[in-house]
């Protein structure tokens, strides 16, 4: 009985072990645009947990995406936003991408801007940026 219970216990383990490291291999390895894809929809994920987002976030009727690059215009056809829009929302969202490119590193900036669709005011407005890879160690 013993016996069993530290071979399924090592079998667990095992298992965790074995999805951390697919986990940590598949992130590490994904296309640039679908990385892109799975860190936005992280992030606003946990921006809207957060409780940090303005009450008219959540009253989108209109997003409209600009992307500010060649680049950017070509990964933003492939990706689906995590941006949800709310119908008869009293609010657009206004969003500008960038993917840039150093000499260490690749990353995407994200500027939000909230208006009042009836006067066409800007309300809130916040920028993000999301790593793509890791900054190279000189």
């Known amino acids: 009985m013993n016996n069993r219970l530290h071979v399924l216990l090592w079998c667990l383990a095992s298992g965790l072990l074995a999805l951390a490291c697919f986990e ?21 994920e946990q921006l809207e947990k957060s409780g940090k987002l303005p009450s008219a976030w959540f009253d989108t009727g209109k997003i409209e995406m ?15 936003t995590p941006l949800k829009v709310k119908k008869n929302g009293q609010f ?11 000499d ?18 800007t309300i809130w407005e916040m920028a993000r940026t999301l790593m793509l890879s890791d900054p190279a160690k000189p």
């Not at 940590?24 to 606003?44: A, G, S």
């Not at 600009?66 to 689906?80: A, D, F, N, V």
């Open 92 to 102: 657009g969202l206004e969003l500008l991408i960038i993917v840039w490119e150093d």
């Open 66 to 80: 600009i992307g500010g690059t060649p680049e950017t215009r070509q990964i933003l056809q492939s990706i689906s």
């Open 104 to 121: 260490h590193s690749r990353g995407t900036v994200f500027q939000y801007n909230l208006t009042n669709l009836k006067t066409g005011n």
């Open 24 to 44: 940590y291999w598949t992130h590490k390895n994904l296309p640039p645009h679908k990385k892109l894809e799975k860190l936005w929809r992280e992030d606003i």
